[in-house]
């Protein structure tokens, strides 16, 4: 297939604002691509090449590419950089850069998906001596090659900014809507294996067929069972009549796969975690008795005295990539265990939650306080459970999770007769920083205020502006310093000393009170909120919604 192809849907994507018809548009599209070059071309419309749950990244800066548009236009550096200054995009710089060459030369060479996607995964694995060489030949050898409009797009991917708004959900519709399958099995075929592209091919070559055949694969990452929010207790005990209450932790949710001698750690977030933590890993190897499994469960931060810790520090082992041995030492984890997925040549998905346990409880050799079946209790009435309750809190806990021990597991989303969470009101919302104010005096160079999004539906409007929470010195909590480092590069529109920001980190936040206010767009105001800790096992997708928020507003009502 022709990159053109390509180029001229994104810009047909570009030009709507409707769901529905960038679904239609990329419905078209996948249609008429071959089987062959199909993967690519759904990853691609996507703005990546990897699947989502890979940690591989092209990993391309900004100042290579200026270096790779020099030396396929010959342009000066530093007329490109006057150009990107003017444009505010290296794709919008690239095209008008190529589309003064092309009136100069008579060359006209094709580019195709091929040729983009081999040379963009080519970039992704360079590395070591001459590797930045490497890199600006492949780059430039696709501008070389590239159309005006091919050009603005082939750097938007590199520099993984496509911005032609086509999440998810609209590759999940038009794969439903190309090749005339059910989208709930288009949906639960990535809940289970997380890469549109495999399941957009095999929509195409084997139908509903071949989709309902793509499970959970040892070694890959996939959406974990999700609990929803509830007021209290009392919800539980009306919604399950076989019931089992767990402690919810504070820490990290964690799915461990097995394959004889191998592990893998892998994150809610789909994240791949192995390397920073040898010490799980070894307990795996140690304590689990299945040659083969997949097994759901909760690591915590521990104290010297072995008491739990903020997530927030725990977190600092996730992005630790050296000196692993020694933050093993200085935070211990502690690996509570609470379900099973797949074990020796058996997916358990779908056996209730009590048969689930038994093989769990088989499965694993605990050891108190280290690596141990979660802790739980199967109350007989209410004040046994409230209980059970205020011992997690006590314990420093974040609540309970209810469970029915008669659903199956259902990867990715929270249903209902499933789990739910319950923590104390008023609880604390997960929120996106969409922009902020610059600081001035001692806060000069980081921020003033931050303001704070909900999600509602595929937009994230504002619901309140943080000044409080952040540390301004190095000592304890997450430093303005820290914040502003990585907010910087997702700067995407500045006014004056006010700032936009790419909707890509989440934050928890507490509140006094959430109150109704028509100065913000989502129509809900959160008073006096305060910074409590990054979110960086989850992402913007998970956000709190429009709806949570109504709910939490109209409980905190009936309590006056």
Not at 233 to 248: H, P, T
Not at 352 to 357: D, F, W
Not at 473 to 497: F, Y
Request: with cysteine; charged share 30%; hydrophobic share 40%.
């Amino acid at each position: 297939m022709q990159y053109r192809t390509l180029a001229e849907t994104y810009e047909e994507l570009n030009a709507t604002m409707s769901k529905l018809a960038k679904a239609e548009i990329v419905a078209k599209l996948l249609k008429k691509t071959p089987s062959d070059e199909i993967e690519k071309v759904t990853l691609l419309l996507s703005g990546r090449i990897f699947p989502e749950w890979s940690d591989q990244k092209i990993g391309v800066a900004e100042k290579l590419v200026i270096k790779a548009i020099a030396k396929a236009t010959g342009s000066s550096v530093d007329n490109i950089v006057k150009e990107f200054k003017k444009t505010g995009d290296l794709g919008f710089t690239a095209e008008n850069l190529i589309e003064k060459k092309k009136q100069l030369t008579l060359d006209q060479l094709d580019l195709t998906v091929k040729l983009v996607f081999e040379n963009l995964t080519n970039l992704a694995q360079q590395e070591g001596s001459g590797s930045q060489e490497k890199k600006l030949d492949l780059i430039s050898e696709l501008l070389s090659a590239a159309e005006p409009l091919e050009a603005r797009y082939v750097i938007r991917t590199i520099l993984e900014q496509l911005r032609v708004g086509v999440a998810k959900g609209i590759i999940r519709d038009a794969i439903a809507q190309a090749f005339e399958v059910d989208k709930k099995i288009v949906e639960s075929a990535w809940q289970s294996t997380p890469n549109y592209g495999l399941i957009a091919k095999t929509a195409k070559t084997d139908g509903e067929k071949g989709l309902k055949k793509i499970g959970v694969v040892i070694g890959e990452p996939f959406q974990v069972a999700l609990a929803e929010k509830v007021p209290d207790l009392k919800d539980a005990f009306e919604k399950f009549s076989n019931l089992l209450l767990e402690y919810k932790y504070d820490g990290m949710r964690i799915l461990i796969h097995k394959k004889g001698d191998k592990v893998w750690l892998f994150t809610r977030n789909l994240e791949d975690i192995t390397k920073q933590f040898p010490d799980i890993v070894e307990l795996v190897r140690k304590n689990i008795k299945a040659d083969k499994c997949i097994i759901d469960g909760e690591a915590v931060g521990l104290t010297e005295k072995g008491k739990p810790i903020p997530f927030q520090k725990l977190s600092t082992r996730i992005k630790r990539k050296y000196d692993i041995e020694k933050q093993s030492a200085e935070i211990p984890v502690q690996v509570n265990l609470f379900d099973v997925i797949y074990a020796d040549g058996k997916f358990t998905t779908e056996l209730p939650l009590h048969e689930r346990k038994k093989i769990l409880a088989k499965l694993v050799t605990s050891h108190k306080g280290k690596f141990q079946i979660a802790k739980g209790l199967i109350p007989k009435d209410l004040a046994e459970a409230q209980k059970f309750y205020d011992e997690a809190l006590k314990m420093g806990h974040e609540g309970l999770i209810a469970k029915n021990l008669d659903a199956v597991y259902v990867p990715g989303r929270k249903v209902a007769g499933g789990w739910l969470k319950i923590k104390p009101t008023m609880e604390n919302l997960d929120l996106v920083i969409i922009g902020g104010v610059w600081g001035t005096g001692k806060r000069a160079g980081t921020f003033g205020s931050l303001i704070l999004g909900l999600r509602n539906k595929h937009l994230f409007q504002a619901c309140g502006k943080l000044g409080t929470g952040l540390k301004e010195k190095e000592g304890s909590g997450v430093t303005l310093q820290h914040l502003a480092k990585i907010l910087k590069p997702l700067v995407i529109e500045e006014n004056n000393n006010e700032i936009k920001f790419k909707p890509e980190i989440l934050i928890e936040v507490a509140y006094e009170e959430i109150q109704k206010s028509p100065q913000y767009e989502s129509g809900f105001a959160l008073r006096f909120p305060r910074f409590i800790r990054l979110r960086e096992d989850k992402s913007a997708k998970d956000a709190d919604d429009i709806n949570r928020i109504n709910v939490l507003y109209k409980q905190q009502k009936g309590k006056r």
